[in-house]
């Protein structure tokens, strides 16, 4: 029974599913604090996520049709690559298109995320479940405290692999490590007062 749970609750809030639910609530959060909020239309904003999405989930497939035998890490190496890939391009599309600082953030903030992750995860299970909930639900939590409910989807995802039997306890608490780690080294560049990231966020603030 509790494993059961626990495997739902890893299902319904796996990371192709969970970091897509953070990223439409920052872009709506960033289309409400942009001066001009009709340019571009909030669908506009969308319809590019879309389009980065399905390539991620295109790098993602592409291990089993590429290789004959994939190995037991394959499917979470492939599932990180094909996250940085989809979000290099919003990246790339926010800066080009200027449409506001936050989402590029988030974006810096899972591309490193990936690469520690991408280097481990041949050698060490570290949780990509447990990994890609704290990244985006943390920096949304350090963007606006109204995000810090999200919270609770990493913490839950601790618990819930090893009981689902997915993964060791250090494999789960690691993952959370990971993000912490990057959360922090991503605070500490950005620094706390002068940067965009702040001061996008305060200006929608109450």
């Known amino acids: 029974m509790v494993s059961s749970v626990a495997g739902t609750f890893s299902a ?29 239309g909030l669908a506009v904003r969308v319809g590019a ?11 993602y497939d592409a291990g089993p049709v590429l290789f004959d035998t ?12 094909g996250i940085a890939v989809g979000f290099f391009l919003l990246w790339a599309v926010w800066r080009l298109r200027v449409w506001g600082p936050l989402l590029p953030a988030l974006s810096a903030v899972l591309l490193g995320l990936t690469v520690p992750h991408l280097l481990l995860t041949p050698f ?23 995000f810090s409910p999200l919270l609770a989807v990493p913490v839950g995802m601790v618990v819930a692999r090893p009981l689902a039997g997915a993964h060791t306890w250090p494999e789960s608490i690691g993952g959370l490590l990971l993000a912490a780690g990057v ?3 991503f605070r500490y560049v950005r620094g706390r007062e002068s940067d965009a990231f702040n001061t996008a966020a305060r200006e929608i603030r109450p």
């Open 70 to 81: 994939v190995p037991e890490w394959g499917p979470d190496f492939t599932g990180s690559l």
């Open 124 to 146: 060490w299970d570290v949780s990509s479940h447990v990994a890609y909930a704290a990244a985006p639900a943390g920096y949304l939590a350090l963007l606006d405290r109204r």
């Open 49 to 59: 996520l879309t389009a980065a999405w399905a390539v991620a989930y295109v790098v």
């Open 12 to 40: 319904v809030f796996a990371p192709e599913y969970f970091v897509l639910l953070c990223t439409l609530a920052l872009i709506g959060y960033e289309w409400r604090a942009a001066p001009a909020r009709n340019y571009p």
């Open 183 to 185: 959360l922090a080294c």
